[in-house]
């Protein structure tokens, strides 16, 4: 009989590996999806804006126009990696949480974090030329 306060193995064990990595996939699906929106209409519009008002802008900006303007002619091939990419990364993490729960805690939370940081250079991409932009209109 398991000790109290811990899980049976056998069944239960799988079904909480499963829940665990179809939650991890679930979160890194809205991630994805998130930045492919970015990349496909919200860095595009910032585009046109910066080329009206015919900006400077720094190398992360336009590395990050760039990597919009690739996904955006590439996007029958950008759409159906992203759904491999989740697949692997769903199978990683069951296969990680079979050897164990905080592995595949930690992965799962080292590809959010990931995510978030590509997320975030995206943003960072658009929003300073787009400040000095209006500082300028000012």
Not at 27 to 46: G, M
Not at 71 to 93: G, Q
Request: aromatic share 8%; hydrophobic share 60%.
């Amino acid at each position: 009989s398991p000790l109290p306060g811990r899980a049976p193995s056998g069944h239960s064990q799988n079904g909480q590996v499963l829940i665990g990595a179809v939650t991890l996939t679930v979160i890194h699906f809205i991630l994805v999806s998130i930045i492919l929106v970015a990349l496909l209409k919200v860095v595009p519009s910032f585009a046109r804006t910066f080329e009206e008002f015919d900006l400077d802008l720094p190398a992360m900006s336009v590395s990050v126009l760039r990597l919009s303007a690739m996904v955006a002619s590439n996007w029958y091939v950008a759409i159906p990696f992203a759904f491999v990419c989740l697949a692997i990364d769903f199978m990683v993490l069951l296969l990680m949480g079979r050897a164990s729960r905080v592995l595949q805690a930690l992965v799962g939370i080292g590809l959010v974090l990931a995510a978030l940081a590509i997320g975030t250079i995206i943003s960072l991409g658009m929003w300073v030329p787009f400040a000095k932009m209006m500082d300028a209109l000012s």
